[in-house]
């Protein structure tokens, strides 16, 4: 399986920025599918994730201003983030759930065996 995340880039805050990920080599839309970033000098987080039945989940930190969305027959998955504020600054990675047809998604890193690159997001105040 390989992830290929693009998009990232340098923006003002309250710009908007969409990210997206391309998957290859699993049926993709059997799977959850999430992003999560890592700050400079922090941990990675859990920034929102899509469920294979469509359903989503959202970190409270991002909530009401980005969107997670997936086109299964592009094999491709996007987060749309508005309202950017300089706290998101982050490499953002796509990540692709282990477990086929799970009913709920998995906010925690251990179910996510497949990760794409990274691609880095620069909000300035």
């Known amino acids: 399986v390989q992830l290929q995340a693009s998009g990232g880039g340098l923006v003002q805050a309250g710009g908007s920025l969409r990210l997206s990920c391309a998957a290859s080599g699993r049926t993709f839309r059997n799977y959850a599918v999430g992003w999560f970033r890592q700050a400079p000098g922090k941990e990675r987080e859990f920034v929102a994730a899509?469920?294979?039945?469509?359903?989503?989940t959202y970190a409270e930190s991002v909530k009401g201003r980005f969107t997670i969305s997936r086109d299964n027959a592009k094999n491709t998955m996007y987060l749309q983030m508005n309202s950017l504020k300089p706290e998101d600054t982050a490499v953002y990675y796509c990540?692709?759930?282990?477990?086929?047809?799970?009913?709920?998604?998995?906010?925690?890193?251990?179910?996510?065996?497949?990760w794409g690159q990274g691609t880095l997001v620069t909000v300035s105040s």
């Open positions: 990540a692709l759930d282990r477990r086929e047809f799970m009913g709920v998604v998995a906010r925690a890193e251990g179910y996510y065996d497949y």
């Open positions: 899509i469920a294979w039945s469509g359903s989503t």
